[in-house]
């Protein structure tokens, strides 16, 4: 197990007296190198991804105007509060705790590290298979604007694109060498939230009232509405905070709070206004890929879809980071990342994880019941439960009463929610699932 027989090293001097003491595990990747504000970007590309373009079908169409506000605003609330109690607990017994399951071994003890590895690691494949998902669609949107003889499926293009996400894989060693990378993140992430809000405006002001009524029998709606909550949730979280947090110069707590902050505040704009937008344009027929829905100048949207494509390359890469770094770190991958043993070991295990989520992509390619699913067993239990029990367990002679209750309250509402959304994302899938053979073109 990676845990036994780990070295520990000290911090490198010069980060001030407060942080002499404090330990760092030992990895095969950066750590304590970055600022709070290529973090702060690293997040906020995680919540501006190009699945943004999906939460006006998925969270907005089965709550209508007021519910789905409301759930943003609280599921944004929650998710901060949530946030910023993981990353108060990063240097939890004197040591970084630069992987989510070590800070859940060091509050719980070493039963929980592997509990905890096995849901991140669902979370975080999970999201995956879900920007194979766009990534798939991005390129077919883009063939059926030339072509419209459909000899090319989106099972298709979900190869074409892990092609490019395992070029991107091998090329990148680590989570801190995106550096200039999420400057061409950012960039293609305005592209298409500035093309679908605009093209989403045109087409409102331009076509009748929209129908804002929410659709489906009463029993459907109530399962819709479970997983929209769902979706709201897993829209801000990462399921990596301390992933992140590890890569964080000293003082690596204030750091990764303005990095919050950034994602919180600034982070957020881009990502209300593609949602209200297409949600006002489109109405009940809001799809779940925007770019679906919008009429305009074919190189626009040619421009919009193939943006939405290359983000989502640099997102899997993130999303994929925590266990190419296991994996890094237990073979010693080490040095250069032009070294042959370091470029044949990258090729063959990245290439084969992103071969593996291409495939679950390509045969089950409903995107919205994977976030709704996402959300219900693992964004819930990690960035919810999990963060506030921890803090509560690791807490617990410094907390009032009302502190202590508060948190408990909080773990019981989130398992809940996710006992309930995790029965209707099944539903939603196993019902898909019987409508649609695999490998659909969808």
Known sequence: MERQ???????????????DAIEIPLTAHQISNDSWFQAGFVLTTGVNSAYVLGYSGTI???????GGIVALLLATIASFH???????LHEHGGQRRIRYRDLAASVYGERAYLITWGMQYVNLFMINVGFMIIAGNSLKAVYDLFRDDHTMKLPHFIAIAA???????ISIPHLSALRIWLGFSTFFTLIYIVVGCALSLKDGVEAPPRNYSIPGTKATQ?????????????????GMLPEIQATVRQPAIKNMMK???????????PMYTIIFAGYWAYGAHTSEYLLHNVHGPIWLKVAANISTFLQTVIAVHIFASPMYEYLDTKYGIKGSSLALRSLFFRAGVRGGYIALTSLV???????????????????YPLTFILAHHMYLVAKRDKLRFVQKWWHWLNIFVFSCFAVAAAASAVRFIVVDSGTYHLFADV
């Open 82 to 88: 949530a946030n910023e109690l993981l990353a108060k």
């Open 60 to 66: 907005m169409v089965p709550l209508g105007w007021v």
């Open 361 to 379: 992509s390509a045969m089950l390619p409903f995107l919205g019941d994977f976030m709704s699913l996402t959300g219900a067993l693992s964004t």
């Open 5 to 19: 027989g780990r070295e520990v090293s000290m911090m490198e001097a010069g980060v001030g007296k407060e942080h």
């Open 163 to 169: 092609i490019a996400f395992a070029l991107f894989a």
């Open 259 to 269: 990095g919050l902050f950034f994602q919180f505040t600034v982070g957020l704009v």
């Open 222 to 238: 109530v399962f819709k509405i479970l997983g929209a909550i769902a979706n709201s949730v897993f829209s801000f979280n990462t």
